[in-house]
């Protein structure tokens, strides 16, 4: 896979990436639509299809991405199409913090090193070009405003935008609502986005838990989209008793 275009993983870090404070918005929910938007990118690689609500891989030749080659390897290894819920739902273990390192590589953004409490060293991420992130931004506003349909990427990356909650942070307070309702929407228009965003939604609502139990999923497949839920335990990282990345 060629370099001359940005990855949905990474847009999806840099929407949700302040560019005050940092940080990133929604840091908890926000590397499970990351494992969600590997699985998007490699469908539209081609490399894997959906299966129903299964994942399933039809060409295990790598991509050239490391780390979506890492994914596809994992997803190949189970011999048989995996529930996007329960892939999604797996360890993640640092994750974020693997695309901010990879997105500091590429010049993208830049590390500011700091200190919590005045004790345990941070570091914050700041993009060194912000004309990316107002680029990626403006085709989710024109999607939104002018209500034509979208290229599958950007419905993609609406879809997981909604779903880990980046809908508050993009569209805040009372007067952001009807563009948080249209960016809702926007799930419809890619069905593999839609179905790793309805499995984000579903892992953070607890269901990828309910199902390993052998328990029935919290809503059927038709359920109408709810709003991500909050206090999503933290997911571990690399490093973290060394330094702590600033959320």
């Known amino acids: 896979m060629g370099r001359s275009r940005r ?14 404070t940092g940080t990133t918005a929604q840091p908890q929910s926000l590397d499970l639509g990351l494992a969600g938007a590997q699985l998007v990118e490699l469908a539209m690689a081609g490399r894997i299809a959906p299966d129903g609500d299964r994942i399933a891989v039809v060409v295990p030749r790598p991509t050239g991405d490391p780390t979506l080659d890492c994914a596809l390897e994992l997803l190949r290894r ?5 529930r996007a819920v329960h892939w999604i739902g797996g360890p993640r273990l640092g994750l974020r913090q693997i695309y901010l390192s990879h997105l500091e590589r590429c010049g993208m953004v830049a590390a500011v090193p700091g200190q919590m409490c005045g004790v345990l060293p941070t570091t914050r991420y700041q993009a060194t070009d912000t ?12 999607a939104i405003r002018t209500g034509v349909p979208p290229d599958p990427r950007t419905a993609a990356l609406a879809a997981l935008a909604h779903a880990v909650g980046l809908g508050k942070h993009l569209y805040p307070g009372n007067e952001g609502r009807s563009s948080r309702s249209r960016l809702r929407d926007l799930i419809r228009h890619d069905p593999m986005g839609g179905l790793v965003a309805h499995a984000v939604m579903d892992v953070q609502n607890g269901a990828g838990v309910q199902q390993r139990r052998g328990q029935p999923a919290a809503a059927p497949p038709g359920r109408a989209v709810a709003e991500p839920a909050r206090g999503v335990p933290m997911q571990p990282s690399h490093g973290s008793r060394a330094r702590v990345v600033a959320h």
């Open 131 to 142: 004309e990316i992130s107002r680029e990626i931004r403006a085709r989710l506003d024109s």
């Open 78 to 82: 189970r011999g048989a199409p995996v």
């Open 7 to 20: 990855t949905i993983p990474e847009e999806l870090l840099l929407l949700a990436l302040d560019p005050t």
